[in-house]
């Protein structure tokens, strides 16, 4: 936990795993995985991300900008790193040092980054972004062949692949994505057919590799996904994902109020009755959105409250008897067993969940990875300090974390009380 403050973010990178392996089990044999971590990591860590990727069968890593692979290739990771965005003509010669796969759609990037692979000695491969639709980066599908073509006359130069990015792939049965689809395989066989074969064709989102089989190709590209969060509610029933992070904060304060008293700024909560109100040292500058007051749910030591967040610092509707000293859980991201909450703080921030999950939680607090491992045991094991996992033990289920001091547990009669301790050293 981080010193400096009673918030923190833990992420569970064995669920970072899990998911990969789940989503990579929808895949064809040969198709080559993509795990997007860019964001740094949508929130999770972008080293950390990987790794668990990586070692759960990932082929390849995706990012959006130059510094985002730098990091990477400076954590010593080796696997293809592929840039999804074109840099600053400017940059070709980091680009070619540190061995990154850009993506290419303009002449003036494509002749510097010829220029430094000739001076260099080195062949810099590159995929060529076609728009098929999304309008914003890419070649138009209908220019990708010439484009292609003109390209190829450059020295120094492999196009290994070529892609496409799909903007409603999440949504059933939409006809624009139909549309896509289509004038990717389009423009793709014009390739062809002008003699330029990309040994390796990609096209697939989170939503594509979940909903979309026929769009898998040579390689799909998940990010949200191997985080544990749906791209949107249509892939729910779809695919059974395990959200990776937990945002903790430890209740600061407990008091009672009386009936019709207000709290915070606006006054915009009244006290229908006597209760007990709690703070919960998060905010604005944490990302938790304003719009959420008096209508998000929150977890505190097992029970679910809501909608009783007056504004994010404010709790009400605790128990009068909580503790200070007890490590607390705070929602909607990663913390429930089900996805109600977050999709409610969603609909009401008017966000999605790549700007929840990157910016909600993630700004300033301290980040604890751990990787936990489902045990046969009917306890909670943490090896660092006491802490809840009762939101996310369906069915009693045991998580452990990887690291810290061996043994401390609690053993869990009921989802929301604590019983006791128990020391148990013999578990490995």
């Known amino acids: 936990m981080c010193a400096r403050r009673h918030a923190w973010v833990e992420i569970d990178t064995a669920a ?52 985002e692979a730098v990091l990477l290739r400076e954590h010593g990771i080796k696997v293809p790193v592929h840039l999804l965005s074109e840099p600053p003509a400017e940059t070709a010669d980091v680009v070619v040092a540190h061995d990154v796969i850009p993506t290419v759609t303009t002449r003036s990037f494509a002749i510097a980054l010829s220029k430094e692979a000739t001076r260099t000695g080195r062949t810099a491969r590159y995929h060529l972004k076609v728009d098929s639709g999304m309008n914003r980066i890419g070649v138009r599908a209908e220019e990708a062949a010439d484009h292609a073509l003109w390209l190829r006359a450059l020295p120094g130069l492999e196009m290994e692949g070529a892609f496409t990015h799909f903007a409603t792939a999440d949504v059933p049965g939409d006809w624009e994505f139909e549309r896509q689809v289509q004038r990717f395989a389009v423009a793709v066989d014009r ?79 009244h006290a229908a009755a006597p209760t007990t109100i709690a703070t919960v040292p998060l905010g604005y500058a944490d990302g938790v959105h304003r719009v959420l007051s008096n209508r998000m749910q929150v977890l505190i030591g097992g029970r679910r409250l809501g909608p009783r967040l007056i504004e994010p610092t404010l709790v009400e509707g605790v128990r009068p008897d909580l503790r200070l ?69 369906p069915y009693g289920g045991v998580k452990r974390s990887g690291f810290g001091r061996e043994g401390v547990a609690y053993a869990m009669a009921e989802m929301t009380e604590i019983r006791g301790w128990i020391l148990n050293p013999s578990i490995p």
Request: glycine content about 8%.
């Open 325 to 393: 000293q007890r490590e607390e859980v705070f929602g909607p991201v990663a913390t429930l067993t089900t996805y109600e909450s977050f999709d409610d703080a969603l609909a009401m921030a008017d966000d999605s969940p790549y700007g929840i999950n990157c910016g909600v939680y993630t700004r300033d607090l301290e980040k604890a990875w751990r990787a936990f491992e489902r045990l046969e045991v009917g306890c909670v094991i943490v090896n660092d300090y006491p802490t809840f996992r009762v939101d996310s033990m």
């Open 16 to 67: 970072i795993a899990r998911n990969v392996r789940t989503l990579k089990a929808r895949t064809a044999r040969g198709t080559l995985f993509m795990a997007v971590v860019k964001a740094d990591g949508y929130g999770h860590g972008a080293t950390r991300a990987a790794e668990a990727a990586l070692a759960a069968g990932a082929d390849r890593l995706g990012v959006a900008t130059l510094d």
């Open 191 to 269: 390739m062809r057919s002008a003699g330029v074969r990309p040994a390796l064709v990609h096209a697939a989102n989170s939503a594509a590799t979940i909903l979309h089989p026929e769009t898998h190709l040579g390689m799909v590209r998940c990010g949200i996904a191997i985080y544990g969060l749906h791209p949107a509610p249509s892939t729910y029933q779809a695919i059974d994902l395990e959200p990776a992070m937990q945002v903790k904060a430890r209740v600061t304060l407990v008091k009672r109020i009386g009936l019709g008293e207000g709290v915070s700024y606006g006054f915009t909560y």
